[in-house]
């Protein structure tokens, strides 16, 4: 029996373990994966939300980042399955099969509590923070449990770990992260489903049908599968519009960050002190009684929310604009706004009354080959520039006209009064 065959093999016939899931009904796990899904670094995803505070709008998006992990395990399993058995040209291992499938389950296993409100502070990389727990929390097992090397786990998940191993691990980390991979596909099926909205849902069966192993790329899809990748890019497009960025979605994101980029700004925590915890870990440790500006964390939980007063949209060709993407011109912004609203007013407004949020920037990737598998030799098309797609897609304008700069203010009638009549506009412009 080849290698190919041994591999497709273990991935029929290892994996008995059943884990019940909403999305995608039974997932099946092997007993050494139960192994890694029973250490409590895992575990503790349970307690991180998936969409932070997007269940002040969603009630129902209460799930969490252990039921995607299983999610994306499950879609990486059944993609690494198909491009086995379509594999003629790509070096798969089943070492590295194994380490790719481990990789999916942990790829989230640093992530920061509250969804993405952390991503644009001065603080490491969830992905990097995961590599580091695999070589040392998840190491043993991994080595006693899956036989395999944990340093071609990180590497899969972080491009950054040193790796000098056997394992392909450019080709497994370009699936696991490229346009069809399956964090992508189960986020958005997931978070469509527990929003009860429709915009995110996928059909995952039809995409499986039309992938192909590819050695530069990772994945390549057929002609016919070009609709399966439109539709990707328009769910990522609808789910960012009424759900990630929804208005009050963003503004409680905003206020976690502004209470944690004043904290580091301060020198009241370092950044090492956001590692490592869960929603109920990060409330508890950043309260108001420690740091004024905590409160605004608190108020969240409460769904005591600041109000919009301003909102414009985001000019990429604007210096200022761009500017206002570092977190410590957004502060700065901020003060300045506060002290004239506190001028109008006749009175202090502290800084944390007073909030500019810009979205970081998109990127709607559409770089993956077209091949037709029909043809003897099979002539590739790069989906981003070939002319049957889409190219509009990938304009910069498409992911930028989600992008909008607000300013919200607390919920407190004479400051907002205040803020209507200062004439914000030109603080943008």
């Not at 192993?213 to 769910?235: D, Q, R």
């Not at 037709?372 to 190219?391: C, H, K, L, T, W």
Request: net charge negative; glycine share 6%; charged share 25%.
């Amino acid at each position: 029996m080849g290698e190919s065959e041994q591999i497709l093999a273990h991935l029929e016939n290892d994996f008995t373990e059943p884990i019940r899931d909403p999305i995608w009904k039974h997932i099946y796990v092997s007993r050494p994966l139960l192994k890694i899904i029973e250490q409590e670094q895992f575990q503790k995803l349970d307690r991180i939300r998936q969409l932070g505070p997007a269940a002040l709008v969603y009630p129902g998006a209460t799930h969490t980042r252990r039921s995607h992990s299983l999610g994306v395990f499950h879609l990486a399993r059944r993609l690494i399955t198909t491009l086995v058995r379509k594999n003629h040209d790509v070096e798969i291992s089943m070492e590295g099969v194994k380490a790719f499938l481990c990789a999916a389950l942990l790829h989230d296993i640093g992530h920061y509590p509250f969804a993405h409100s952390l991503k644009d502070l001065d603080v490491e990389a969830h992905e990097a923070i995961a590599a580091r727990q695999i070589l040392s929390d998840f190491a043993p097992v991994i080595r006693a449990h899956l036989g395999i090397e944990p340093e071609a786990v990180a590497a899969i998940i972080d491009r950054a770990t040193h790796y000098t191993g056997s394992v392909n691990v450019g080709f497994f980390w370009k699936i696991l992260s490229g346009v069809l991979d399956p964090d992508k596909l189960d986020y958005l099926n997931r978070d469509a489903f527990y929003c009860g909205v429709p915009y995110g849902i996928q059909d995952v069966d039809f995409i499986l049908e039309e992938v192909y192993p590819h050695a530069g790329n990772g994945v390549a899809i057929s002609p016919k599968g070009i609709t399966a990748l439109e539709n990707i890019l328009f769910s990522k497009y609808l789910m960012y519009k009424t759900v990630y960025w929804h208005k009050t979605v963003r503004i409680a994101t905003a206020m976690i960050k502004k209470a944690i980029a004043l904290a580091l700004a301060d020198g009241v925590i370092g950044r090492t002190d956001l590692y490592g915890l869960d929603d109920e870990q990060f409330s508890q440790r950043f309260d108001a009684q420690r740091f004024p500006g905590f409160a605004l964390i608190d108020d969240t939980r409460r769904r005591v929310l600041h109000k919009q007063v301003m909102h414009i949209p985001f000019i990429d060709e604007s210096a200022l604009h761009r500017g206002l993407e570092k977190i410590d011109a957004r502060l700065d912004l901020e003060r300045r706004i506060a002290r004239e609203a506190g001028s109008v007013l006749g009175r202090e407004v502290r800084t944390e009354h007073v909030i500019v949020d810009v979205p970081e920037r998109l990127s709607f990737e559409i770089g993956i080959p077209v091949i037709d598998p029909r043809q003897a030799e099979p002539e590739e098309a790069v989906a981003g520039d070939s002319s049957y797609v889409f190219n509009w897609m990938g304009h910069r304008d498409f992911p930028q006209s989600l992008r909008v700069i607000s300013v919200s203010a607390r919920a407190d009638a004479d400051l907002l009064s205040a803020l209507s009549r200062m004439n914000l506009p030109r603080h943008f412009s």
